[in-house]
């Protein structure tokens, strides 16, 4: 991506990171005098969110560094392994201690204390999250417009983890909060703390979704995922629309990390491109492709016959 959209994601993700900390902090002391196994799991929720913009702070950074002689192809990947970590840390503490402590509530019980701050610290937490979700979807839309897709395909097929991960979370959050609100809610009004323990539950089970998401997601980009087709599609027509270009026999490109598309290319270049001429067609060829498509890093172009000169021989 641009280095302008880059800055945005790593600002999207302060932002969560921030507000995830300071929600942590206030559910933790209202779980503990409120005695709430949800409260206590949002807690746990928050907590993992927070872990998690950590690392994909770090991962945005890495994924900055340049390339050299070691990683010739740069750092580009190792958001998706960061995000990988971050999402089974997620997994682990986050839905692990939910799934937990939900079923230990409902099987030996819960002796309820104060519970108005409860109410209080989920009420500010779910402005907190709701402010945090605006901002990304807002550079989700942003992003959708310029590629003309609609944000829920885009959120898809993104190859920016940090805005993925952070639309994901903060959505699963403020469903959580709502969830734990109706478990308090029922729990006062039954006397049983089967509610408050369920509650827990299905915080857990939400958590394991976005992780499981979210590393299934990472994987295969880390692995080499492909851009859209339709973007191919957009990089195989500016090639072959060039006054050098013969025809594209053939068109690879590799998501490299967040935003870096690599492109490798079997070109036929027009019959009078030979020697010098061929070096320079290759450079205008790759310079203007990359003008069209900040987000292409690295190209590699092999001049190939094409099939009929192929054919011919």
């Not at 050299?68 to 971050?86: E, K, Q, S, T």
């Not at 230990?104 to 937490?125: K, N, P």
């Amino acid at each position: 991506m641009p280095d302008g959209e880059n800055g945005e994601s790593l600002g999207t993700v302060m932002v969560a990171g921030a507000a995830n900390l300071a929600i942590a902090s206030a559910k933790l002391v209202a779980g503990l005098i409120s005695s709430s196994s949800a409260m206590l799991s949002e807690a746990a929720h928050s907590a993992a969110d927070t872990a998690t913009e950590v690392v994909l702070f770090a991962a945005i950074r890495h994924g900055e560094r340049p390339a050299d002689a070691r990683h010739p192809l740069g750092h580009g990947r190792a958001a998706y392994l960061w995000a990988i970590v971050a999402a089974c840390f997620t997994l682990v503490v986050g839905a692990g201690f939910s799934l937990t402590h939900g079923w230990q509530t409902i099987t030996r019980g819960e002796d309820l204390g104060d519970v108005r701050v409860s109410y209080i610290v989920l009420a500010v937490s779910f402005a907190i999250e709701s402010i945090s979700l605006l901002r990304a979807l807002r550079q989700l839309r942003a992003e959708a417009r310029r590629w003309r897709v609609s944000p829920g395909r885009l959120l898809e097929r993104t190859s920016d983890t940090m805005l993925k991960a952070v639309v994901l979370e903060d959505a699963a959050a403020l469903i959580g909060i709502a969830v734990a609100a109706v478990g308090l809610v029922l729990s006062q009004l039954t006397g049983s703390a089967v509610w408050d323990g369920a509650a827990s539950i299905v915080i857990g089970l939400l958590l394991l979704c976005v992780a499981l998401t979210l590393i299934r997601t990472n994987a295969s980009l880390l692995i080499g995922q492909a851009p859209p087709a339709a973007l191919q599609e957009k990089i195989k027509a500016v090639l072959a629309e060039q006054p050098e270009v013969e025809g594209v026999v053939e068109l690879a490109a590799v998501l490299m990390g967040p935003g870096q598309i690599l492109v490798a290319a079997k070109i036929d270049f027009v019959d009078e491109t030979t020697g010098e001429r061929l070096e320079i067609a290759a450079d205008q060829v790759e310079r203007r492709l990359t003008e069209r498509f900040p987000e292409i890093k690295q190209v590699f172009l092999d001049p190939t016959p094409g099939r009929s000169a192929a054919e011919e021989v």
